[in-house]
Structures are given as C-alpha cells and as structure tokens.
C-alpha cells in the first residue's frame, strides 16, 4: 500500500461504523437564511457544578443581543467532560435561565425536553457529526494519531520547562506527528490507546489580529499546538466541538467570558481547517470582588456570591438581580430606568459600544439598592406573598410565622406603604425579613433583652414619669397629628424642645428634643431605636399590646 491508500485503511479502520458523510451532514444542517441584522446566539455550559452568576451575566447578554435583532438565543449543552459531569445540572441549568427570564428559542427547555431543528443540542448526543468532521481533517492530512503515553507527555513538559520554552505538544515535540504509518496501523491492530490531534500550521512568533465586538483588535500569537480533537473516548475536545456546533447551529456571535480569550488563536485555526465561516467574537470581562484590597476574580471555590443558589438562599428578588446585571452590562441602565420607571426590563436595550471591556465590580450595596427599591414598590399582600413563597423553602420559622398570621402580617408590611410619602426600605431581601418584623409578634418579642441604655439621654426615673404620662393619655383612635401634639405636650412639660428644629436654634435651653422622648417609646414596644414610622407601628400593634408593652418596660426599669 502507498500513503493514501494507508491513510484511508487507518480512517476506515478508526471509523468502521460511521456511515454518516459531510455532506449528510450539511444538508440536515442547512444555512438560517437570515439577514446581516439578525443575529444567532447561544448559552452553551458545562453540566458540571453549580450555575455561576457570571454565567447568568453571559447568557442575559447573549439573549438580549439575539432578541433585539429579532435573532434566536438557543441552549446548548457541552458535556464532553464525562468525569466531571453532575446529574441534575442540566435541569437546574434551564431552571435559572427561565428564572432570570432568559427565554430560549432553542436548545433544552427541560432536563429532557429539546426544540428546534438544529439538535440534538448536547454534545454527547453529536458523537456522530463531530466524527465525520474529524475523518475529514485526517483524510486532508490535517489531523494524524497520536499514542503518546502519559508519562512521554510529561516528560516533554519536564524538559520544555527546563529549557524555559513553550509548553505544550508542538513541532519537533509532536513525536506522531511524522510517524510512519505502518507502525501506526501496528498499533492500531495491537489496540493501543490513542487521541485524533490537529496538525497545526501556525508559528507563535507570528500574530494574528482579529476583532472583539468589545476588545476591540486583539493581536495574540498564532496557536502552534497540536490540540487533542477526539480524545481517547471517542468523545470531541471542547475546542473542536464547539466550533463544529457552532457553524451547524448558525451561530452568528459567540458570548463568552475572557478567559477564552487566549483560545482564540486555536479556534480561528480551526475554523479556516474546517473551511467554516467565523463568527463574531464578544469575550466579556468577569464579575469581579474587592480581595484584601485588590480586584480578583469572583471565584467558584471561595466565594458564596459565585453562585446562583445564594441569591436564592439570601432571598434576593429576582427582578432586582436582573437589574443588578443589567447595570453592570451597561452603566447607563440607570439612567435609563430613571427615564422610563414604569417600563418592562425588556424594553431596555443593550448598547454594545457601553460593553465594559474591564472586569465589572461586584457591589452588594448596589444590588441591594436596586432590591430595595423593587420591594419598596411593592404592595404589602405582594411583600406577604413573596417572602412566604421564600420562607416555606428556606426559612421554616418565618414561614410558620406568616402563615398562622396572614391578616396581622399584612397589616405589619403595609406600614409607610401606602399614600404620597416615602416608602418604607427596611426590607432588602427575603432572608431579613424575620428581622425586621420580629418584635411585632409577642412570642418572639423578649422585654428582657432590651438595652435600657438605648433610652438615653433620657434618665431611667425620668422616663418612667414619661412613660404614665402617656398612658394617662393615650388613645388608639387617635390620628396622626393628635397622637404627636401629645408627644410635643410631654416633650414641653419635662423641658424637652417640640421641634428638631427649636432643639437646634437653642440647644442650651433644652435637654434634648421631641425625637429624645418619641424614642423611649419605640425603644419599649421595638426593643430597637429604628423602626418605621412609630404612629403606624402602634396602630398595628393595638392598645392591649401597647398598654401591656410599656407597663412592662417600667417594670424593668425598675
């Protein structure tokens, strides 16, 4: 046998049952006739841990670019990682997407459930089409077999180290690159392990430009690595798969974080190997944290934060997480909401010339901002609704709570929640609920653990006297500006000033003002010296409750 004809014995050999051709292949595959507008995207993770928030952050801008071109945004599953693989990630995955409203056109719309006509859209399901793509390279002399051993790979790591060159298998390093192919077909009959590996033809001396649709020109290295294509289990590497997949599946623009960046060079190649058309490039900078005063990566082994899960632990709503992300894919969201404050978060559309093209900086505050703000807006039977649905998940005693007392509850969010004024923002997230609501409930209220010391500057004698004053006076029917003149009247009668305002004007001629006596009270029935608005807490909590409250913060100032 000639060369050719022990090359086709060896692709025959490797791939005795594949009846499948390319172009088979290409005609189940046909182009998307689609203008230049549209665009094509995908969200394509790994089902090998939990769902990152950055993950989250990649697919809303896929999605989003896809959706205001009219474009399709589809779901694809790489799971060429089998020894990594967790069962259940698959449905988590799709889970979240449909939580953070990233609606897929294509792809799995369940663990077990795909639509659209370019799948199937899990890579372990593709064996086939990547094969016939990798017969091809081998047929074109652009891939070869290569039965290094682990301990020969090594050992070219170990010396390219020593000698401070480039690592990897490459050129003169690549020891089947050039091997005779008798003792190729030799090993193959002998059923030695082997991987398929791409024959580079780039120099990393040279350089290659290409255009990120955030970097800008890039210019990298030319890739010189004979990359593994088809791995000892028959499965594809992630490089070689996903550019198949992504020219089947008329990928338009690829999103995905930066730390693909340094693959570009490998991907490009691959692309011109396999003569398929390049898609647009948007590498998105990570979510970054503040780490003992430097700027790091958010990290899946030590940050919480990293993963999706907390957000649903912490009980943040989920609007506001999107907001939060949509403000870090564009700084000029803000603005935008300030302008347009009753609009669907769909309405707003990515800018990609505002693309940030350095890592954005994770801030809780921020994010908490935009939670306040979202349940702030929110009726108090929403509030009620909302952190139920949470706590029968995550938080047993706040749910129980709720619960047995849906009416009072109500009662309790609804405070500063209604009229012209401003709106109450205790309430950041579901899991400070409990919290914030706590004293209102007898049984979870403990006189004993209040800080007597809270009252000052007020004397504990003083506030006593202070304390049956108002008792004396008091009445649950009384309106606002009644309820507060007799605070101002007692304010007066123990030399208090009754404005803030007189306090300030002559601050010697009193021993503190009206907010210095309002205070004792919200310290004896709250246990705290914030709360909302003291008048709306104490007709919430109704006279017995009251009466019962203050006569015993006596006692135990006593």
Request: aromatic share 12%; with cysteine.
């Amino acid at each position: 046998m000639n060369d050719q004809e022990k090359l086709k014995w060896i692709v025959e050999y490797i791939f005795k049952d594949l009846n499948l051709t390319e172009v088979d292949i290409l005609n189940k595959y046909p182009r998307r006739n689609l203008s230049e507008e549209i665009r094509i995207t995908r969200f394509a993770p790994s089902p090998t841990g939990f769902i990152h928030i950055g993950g989250i952050y990649v697919a809303m801008l896929s999605e989003r670019l896809a959706h205001q071109s009219n474009g399709i945004f589809y779901l694809r599953i790489e799971d060429t990682d089998k020894k990594r693989e967790i069962e259940g990630t698959v449905d988590m995955i799709v889970k979240a997407l449909n939580r953070f409203g990233i609606n897929i056109d294509e792809g799995f719309i369940s663990e077990n459930e795909q639509i659209g006509n370019y799948g199937p859209y899990i890579q372990s399901q593709r064996k086939e089409i990547y094969d016939v793509f990798v017969r091809k390279l081998l047929l074109e002399g652009k891939a070869y077999i290569c039965f290094a051993t682990q301990e020969e790979l090594e050992n070219i790591t170990n010396i390219q180290t020593q000698r401070k060159e480039l690592i990897g298998y490459r050129k003169e390093w690549a020891i089947w690159r050039n091997k005779n192919l008798d003792e190729v077909i030799e090993n193959l009959k002998n059923n030695k392990p082997f991987v398929i590996r791409f024959k580079s033809s780039g120099d990393f001396n040279k350089k290659i430009k290409f255009i990120d649709q955030i970097k800008g020109e890039v210019e990298l290295p030319e890739n010189e690595l004979d990359v593994v294509v088809m791995k000892g289990d028959g499965l594809p590497t992630y490089h070689f798969a996903h550019v198949v997949d992504d020219y089947l599946m008329g990928t338009t623009d690829v999103v995905r974080g930066d730390e693909w960046l340094a693959s570009v060079p490998i991907h490009l190649e691959l692309f011109n190997a396999l003569n398929f058309k390049i898609p647009r490039f948007f590498h998105l900078a990570p979510i970054e944290k503040i780490d003992e005063g430097s700027r790091r990566k958010l990290s899946k082994r030590k940050d919480p934060e990293a993963s999706v899960e907390f957000y649903y632990k912490e009980g943040y709503p989920v609007r506001a997480i999107i907001e939060y992300l949509l403000n870090l894919v564009n700084s000029n969201y803000e603005e935008w909401k300030k302008e347009n404050p009753n609009a669907n978060l769909e309405d707003f559309k990515i800018d990609i010339t505002k693309l940030k093209v350095s890592g954005a900086l994770f801030d809780f505050d921020k994010l908490n901002f935009f939670s306040r703000e979202f349940i702030a807006k929110l009726s108090a039977d929403g509030v009620y609704n909302y952190a139920l649905g949470w706590s029968k998940t995550y938080d047993e005693k706040l749910f129980n709570l709720l619960f047995k007392n849906k009416e009072y509850s109500n009662l309790i969010f609804n405070i500063e929640r209604e009229g012209e004024g401003k709106k109450r923002k205790d309430i950041y997230k579901w899991s400070c609920v409990f919290n914030e609501i706590c004293y209102f409930f007898d049984e979870e209220f403990d006189l004993n653990t209040i800080d007597t010391n809270l009252i000052s500057p007020i004397n504990i004698e003083e506030a006593k006297l202070i304390i049956n004053e108002f008792l004396n006076t008091y009445n649950i029917n009384d309106d606002l500006d009644t309820w507060f003149s007799k605070i101002k009247i007692i304010a007066k009668n123990f030399c208090y000033a009754d404005s803030i305002k007189e306090y300030k004007l002559n601050p010697d001629n009193f021993k503190g003002n009206v907010g210095d006596i309002a205070k004792i009270f919200r310290v004896a029935l709250t246990g705290r010296i914030q709360s909302p608005d003291l008048y709306q807490v104490m007709k919430v909590m109704g006279y017995d409750r009251i009466i019962n409250r203050l006569n015993n913060f006596i006692k135990l100032l006593n």
